[in-house]
């Protein structure tokens, strides 16, 4: 692969306040839940093996957020019909000033060439339907809409990005 100017730092209870500021920023709180909860399952969720998460930075700086999950790790996950090894993501960029310029699709784009190359065979992401910029930046980062499903927290457009085995099968 070649460099990027985007690099994923595992996320770190140091890290939470600047997770809190990003969530309760308009752009994020729109789509994401209320701060002291989002903080607190983040919290939780670096002790969990199946989960991984990260600071995305940007030729250094911290600008966003992304998880990646094991689909089938939970007994009875919404996504357990997906293909064996299938890994989920979420993201979001923080920063205000970042956001718009191309900076999502490019580092979902890079994170699931790093899964990928670690033979993932579909990374899975589940926008609102009503997130069009969110959606927009998905399908630029190689991912195609495949049914709307209705989740305990809303409905979702479950989207997914094939890699190159699982490509060959279709």
């Known amino acids: 692969m070649a460099a990027s100017p985007y690099s994923f730092e595992p996320v770190t209870e140091a890290d939470l306040g600047l997770l809190g500021r990003w969530i309760a920023t308009p752009h994020v709180a729109a789509w994401w839940g209320e701060v002291d909860s989002e903080v607190a399952g ?10 991984e998460a990260f600071i995305v930075a940007h030729a250094g700086r911290p600008i966003g957020f992304l998880q990646s999950y094991v689909v089938h790790a939970e007994p009875g996950h919404p996504y357990a019909d997906q293909p064996p090894g299938a890994r989920g993501i979420d993201q979001f960029i923080g920063e205000a000033d970042m956001v718009g310029l191309g900076h999502g699709t490019a580092f979902i784009r890079r994170f699931c060439e790093m899964l990928e190359s670690k033979g993932v065979p579909r990374i899975v992401t589940d926008p609102n339907p009503m997130n069009a910029r969110a959606i927009r930046a998905y399908e630029k980062a190689g991912f195609r809409p495949l049914e709307e ?11 997914a990005r094939d890699g190159a085995a699982q490509r060959g099968q279709q």
């Open 149 to 159: 499903r209705d989740m305990p927290f809303g409905r979702v457009l479950l989207m």
């Open 42 to 51: 983040i919290r939780s969720d670096l002790a969990d093996p199946a989960m």
